[in-house]
């Protein structure tokens, strides 16, 4: 089966600008997690989804959001960029019931 | 709140050795998973072995494992017969039972030395 996919792999965006992150999870994986790593660092939770309802986000401003489609795929918005948003965004899915997530590649943010 | 503490930046062992990465994490909860995962240059991030707070036996996979002390909040990782593969930052986390939702350690930067 096909890990978790992330598109794209890099992305360069202006302060100001808006960028949409996308997901795929594992194959019959229910549950999907957005976390960011700014480099040098762990990374920190941003939301978790599943059966396309947002069942916790973390300690990031409103102008991140995101959201889950019925295919269980992911969307992560990210509004008016900061040079401070710059990181790798990853995401993650988790099979219903069991505590393990995989993570897919990563997208690599640059905000200039 | 929980919190995840990795105390060792950076370590080097060489080739073949044994190593032992240490955590430590803070919580008033019961019911916990803690994690190893392993982070290489290609930044793709890798789970290692994952123990559930419940089981008092410490989890091993293959020449990884862990030394779980519930009491004193400690989650140690020892790899043995160290391979250059293994270099890589190696990250702690932990999740609560009730939301699954990661909280990570600063991580470790393992280098192994051929």
């Known amino acids: 089966d096909a890990g978790v996919t992330q598109s794209p792999t890099h992305l360069i965006k202006t302060r100001g600008q808006q960028v949409t992150l996308r997901c795929s999870p594992i194959?019959?994986?229910?549950?999907v997690s957005w976390y960011q790593q700014v480099l040098g660092q762990g990374p920190q939770f941003i939301f978790q989804y599943y059966e396309k309802e947002e069942r916790g986000r973390g300690n990031f401003p409103d102008r991140f959001s995101a959201r889950q489609f019925p295919n269980y795929s992911s969307e992560l918005n990210v509004n008016a960029l900061l040079l401070g948003d710059s990181a790798l965004y990853l995401c993650a899915s988790r099979h219903r019931g069991r505590p393990e997530q995989y993570f897919g590649p990563g997208t690599r943010l640059t905000v200039t | 709140a929980q919190t995840v503490t990795q105390s060792q930046p950076e370590m080097s062992v060489q080739e073949a050795e044994t190593v032992t990465l240490s955590c430590t994490y803070d919580?008033?909860?019961?019911?916990?998973?803690l994690f190893w995962y392993k982070q290489p240059p290609s930044r793709q991030m890798i789970l290692v072995i994952r123990?559930?707070?419940?089981k008092q036996q410490n989890a091993t996979e293959n020449r990884f494992s862990v030394n779980f002390q519930k009491a004193a909040k400690s989650f140690s990782l020892k790899i043995s017969d160290s391979q250059l593969g293994d270099t890589a930052m190696y990250f702690c986390?932990?999740?609560?039972?009730?939301?699954?939702?990661?909280?990570w350690g600063a991580g470790t930067k393992l280098i192994i030395k051929p």
């Open positions: 194959s019959g994986h229910k549950s």
């Open positions: 986390a932990f999740a609560l039972d009730s939301n699954y939702q990661l909280i």
């Open positions: 123990q559930e707070a419940y």
């Open positions: 919580t008033s909860e019961n019911n916990y998973y």
